[in-house]
C-alpha cells in the first residue's frame, strides 16, 4: 500500500572501538545515546547493542559491541572493504532540512578535524566523511524534484544497460580541515 508511510527505523552495525564511535555519532553527528540492550549471543559470548536517537524515537543508528563470541575477532567494519567494493558503494546518508543545516555539519565536522567531500549532484546535495567504522557517511539535502521523465528512466535501467551516463555532479570540493 503505497499510501502507508514506512519509515527507516534503525540500522545496525558492528563496531570494534565504541569509545570513539560514541564521540561520532553523539558529539559530531548529534545523535543522542537514548538505549543499550546487554544480552548473550545465540552462538555463544554476549554483546551490548547501542542506539542512538537521530531525530525522534522511531529513527536510531545502532551499534554492536561484540565479547568473547566464538570466531569473532579482528572483523573489518568498513562495509565497503569487506564486501571487496570501492569504498563509496556501500555508505549511510542522514538527511538536513536545508542548506543551512548542511553547512553547519559540514563546519562541525572539519572543526573535528575531519576532511570533507562536498558534492552538488544537480538533484541533492551532499558532504561526506568517514566515521570510525572506517564507513562514509554522508549528509544529504534533496534540491530538486521528481519527474514523471526520471521515473521512466529509473524504470528502464532495471533492464538496460544502453542508457547515457547521468550528468556529471555540478560541483565536487574537497576540504581539508585547518589544523590538518
Not at 573535528?112 to 572506517?134: F, M, Q, R
Not at 528502464?156 to 565536487?172: E, I, K, Q
Request: net charge negative; with cysteine; aromatic share 12%.
Amino acid at each position: 500500500d503505497r499510501e502507508k508511510q514506512m519509515s527507516y527505523h534503525h540500522l545496525a552495525l558492528a563496531c570494534s572501538d565504541i569509545a570513539k564511535i560514541h564521540r561520532f555519532y553523539e558529539d559530531l553527528m548529534g545523535f543522542e545515546l537514548v538505549k543499550v540492550e546487554i544480552g548473550p549471543v545465540p552462538t555463544g559470548g554476549w554483546a551490548k547493542h547501542f542506539f542512538y536517537r537521530m531525530e525522534n524515537d522511531s529513527c536510531f543508528i545502532a551499534f554492536w559491541e561484540l565479547h568473547e563470541v566464538p570466531g569473532v575477532g579482528g572483523f573489518e567494519t568498513n562495509l565497503s572493504k569487506a564486501a571487496g567494493l570501492p569504498d563509496h558503494i556501500n555508505h549511510v546518508s542522514f538527511g538536513v532540512a536545508d542548506m543551512s543545516e548542511l553547512q553547519q555539519r559540514r563546519q562541525r565536522w572539519l572543526d573535528a578535524g575531519l576532511e570533507v567531500l562536498e558534492i552538488d549532484h544537480n538533484w541533492c546535495y551532499s558532504i561526506y566523511t568517514k566515521d570510525p567504522n572506517d564507513n562514509l557517511v554522508e549528509f544529504c539535502l534533496t534540491t530538486g524534484k521528481f519527474t514523471q521523465s526520471d521515473r521512466e528512466r529509473a524504470l528502464a535501467a532495471l533492464d538496460r544497460d544502453d542508457l547515457p551516463y547521468s550528468t556529471p555532479p555540478a560541483a565536487v570540493d574537497r576540504h581539508r580541515p585547518a589544523s590538518g
